[in-house]
């Protein structure tokens, strides 16, 4: 069974405004990704927090980890056009392997 | 550059041929990984490979087989034996930290599978 869910599965949004995807997940993680996946391309990934940080920003990206509600949201602020992909979130359990969500689909209207 | 390269990027096949997906990456790269991805979904991971002449199962191994006999490659054989095996195939790789470091993925650009 897949370990993290994100929600909302689609959004759609209009350019400038920002967005909002979470993700929620079973068990203990060491570390949780963001990843992005343009249609029909491979996944290219965002960014890493680890189990012990709260907080973390990337550029537009801001992602948070709340581990005692074993959820994670990504804030993508003054979204693009460009930023039309599907956003997946990864848990590492233990370093030896990622599993993920079943991905948010977001698309940004110009 | 660096990267994975995938080939082919689409590849058709009658029921009951095996096909064998490739996956080469530069990167210099420990583990290798292959993930299948069905439309509207998240990936599954089908094998993973930390080293060379190693590998593991992953959560949908049945009807796959994979082999590492060389660091920069991981070819993904399916068999006649997958019982549904359309769908878009992604190669990844990452850098071994061992337990206690992260594990960051670098995708390939996907082979598409259609069984027809």
């Known amino acids: 069974s897949q370990q993290g869910e994100e929600d909302p599965q689609a959004l759609s949004i209009q350019e400038g405004e920002n967005a909002t995807m979470n993700c929620s997940y079973k068990?203990?993680?060491?570390?949780l990704q963001w990843y992005r996946q343009n249609s029909g391309r491979g996944l290219v990934h965002l960014i890493l927090i680890r189990s012990n940080e709260r907080e973390k920003h990337s550029g537009r990206l801001r992602v948070t980890l709340d581990t005692s509600k074993k959820s994670s949201s990504l804030l993508i602020t003054a979204s693009r056009a460009a930023d039309t992909a599907s956003y997946f979130c990864a848990t590492d359990l233990s370093g030896s392997r990622l599993t993920f969500g079943e991905g948010t689909q977001l698309t940004v209207n110009p | 550059d660096g990267g994975i390269t995938q080939s082919p990027k689409y590849l058709f096949r009658k029921e009951g041929q095996n096909v064998t997906l490739s996956c080469e990456q530069n990167?210099?790269?420990?583990?290798m990984y292959w993930y299948r991805q069905d439309p509207g979904q998240g990936l599954r991971l089908i094998y993973y490979?930390?080293?060379?002449?190693?590998?593991q199962k992953g959560d949908i191994a049945e009807g796959y087989s994979v082999s590492r006999e060389k660091k920069e490659s991981f070819p993904l054989t399916v068999t006649s034996a997958q019982k549904n095996p359309t769908a878009f195939y992604l190669c990844a790789s990452s850098s071994w930290q061992g337990r206690s470091g992260a594990n960051v993925l670098t995708f390939g650009a996907g082979s598409r599978l259609t069984v027809l």
């Open positions: 068990t203990s993680i060491n570390n």
């Open positions: 990167l210099n790269h420990d583990a």
């Open positions: 490979s930390q080293i060379v002449n190693d590998f």
